[in-house]
């Protein structure tokens, strides 16, 4: 029974730590097929922590939504505001990013760093007044008792609506670009962008939704730290956890069904090291701390070993800014 227990946690945190990397890597792959290449994640997931946090913190404190109804305060928690928030931050965070790497072909690299940068400025300066503060966790759902089942139930049918969203995302974002007409498009522009131009798509307007989704996406990786992973908000929570994001895209080579592969094993790496020293394994907790990091250079190593396969389906266009002849 004991060790049916330990197991039980093990697979829930393990849930809990691939959350944040599956929403912010899915969102970042569909950025990447657009042909760019987004280095911000680590800001926008920031924006997307102190926003969520702050929106359910305010929402909660000032009674907002009973002033408006009381009947509408029973089914609206304070977190659902949170994740609105969450996302609308990641989005807005990745508009400057768009406009000068879009509308004026600014260098993406650079850009998207300097996005990082202004990102965990911003939310260090908005969350100050936060810092302390406790927070209420995004509430687990309860599909019709079924939590209830040993082992599976609290694994399965006991999770809050962002990792249920995430794991839904896989799907969904797999049958957009693969099975759709606005897919293969974005495919196309980040295939070749000339070649899409002169076909007459719209390369500018495709390759702000991608980058906008992928913000909104950032923004939610980012709130599910700090409304279900730990419910408050700290400086530097997001912990490098965009730039594991980055390298699971390429971890992926591209392909959504293994983003989730990759952040579960992302998930399971970043929690076992705790939950063996819990056991009494003598493991310094610096190793610990960055082992996630060491994984992911470790992958990044191999992967890059095969070139072909690493070719084979990365855009052709990633990276290179898109000026239509005048």
Known sequence: MLESAMVTAILLTVIT???????????????????????????????????????????????FIGNISPQLAEFIHPTFIGVLAAAICGVITAVPFAFLVINLAANQVATGLSLTLLGLGAAAMIGEPFLGLPGERLPALNFFGLSNIPIIGPILFAQDGLVYFSLLLVPVVTWFLFRTRAGLSLRAVGENHESAHNLGLNVPAIRWMAVLFGGGCAG???????????????????????????????????????????????????????????????????????????????????????????????????????????
């Open 17 to 63: 730590a691939a959350t944040p990397l599956l929403l912010a890597a899915t969102g970042e792959l569909v950025v990447e097929r657009s042909g760019v290449l987004n280095l911000g994640m680590e800001g926008m997931m920031a924006m997307g922590a102190v926003g969520g946090f702050a929106a359910a913190n305010l929402t909660e404190s000032t009674g």
């Open 220 to 326: 939610l990786g980012g709130g599910y730290l700090s409304l279900a992973y730990t419910p408050l908000w700290t400086e530097n929570m997001v912990a490098g956890r965009g730039w594991i994001a980055l390298a699971l895209v390429v971890f992926a080579t591209w392909i959504p069904t293994r983003i989730a592969i990759g952040a579960y094993l992302f998930g399971a790496v970043t929690i076992l090291g705790f939950h063996a020293q819990s056991a009494g394994v003598p493991i310094p907790s610096q190793f610990i701390s960055a082992l996630p990091y060491l994984a992911t250079i470790i992958v990044l190593v191999l992967i890059s070993r095969n070139r072909a396969k690493l070719r084979a389906n990365t855009p052709a266009a990633l990276g290179r800014p898109f000026v239509p002849a005048r």
